[in-house]
Nanobody, 126 residues
Framework: QVQLVESGGGLVQAGGSLRLSCAAS????????MGWFRQAPGKERDFVAA????????EYADSVKGRFTISRDNAENTVNLQMNSLRPEDTAVYYC???????????????????WGQGTQVTVSS
């Protein structure tokens, strides 16, 4: 049973930084893709960033390129999202997701992720 648990959300002023972590358990994730999505009130859930565990290939939404960095830690079995230069429009519930096994060349943002965490709130004040 795959379990994803997010942490690190909170309240921060515009221009500040937060680091989200997703603790993954229940499987060996070496052939998985891991992603971060977000959902603001009244809006659909949107892709933010993703990483292919085996190769560390990454993909980002245009809105976060240059500000957010996704990484994975093999030793801790975590996927992290470093968020810098935060803006009020980044306010949302952030979800960790996993897709596995992932063997192929489909863009990480287009994968049908089949495991989801419960989400962590990120609020950026102006």
């Amino acid at each position: 049973q795959v379990q994803l648990v997010e942490s690190g959300g909170g309240l921060v002023q515009a221009g500040g930084s937060l680091r989200l972590s997703c603790a993954a358990s229940g499987r060996t994730f070496s052939n998985y893709a891991m992603g971060w999505f977000r959902q603001a009130p009244g809006k659909e859930r949107d892709f933010v960033a993703a990483i292919r565990w085996s190769t560390s290939n990454t993909e980002y939404a245009d809105s976060v390129k240059g500000r957010f960095t996704i990484s994975r830690d093999n030793a801790e079995n975590t996927v992290n999202l470093q968020m810098n230069s935060l803006r009020p429009e980044d306010t949302a519930v952030y979800y960790c997701a996993a897709r596995g096994p992932y063997i192929g060349s489909v863009r990480l943002s287009l994968l049908p992720y089949n495991y989801w965490g419960q989400g962590t709130q990120v609020t950026v004040s102006s």
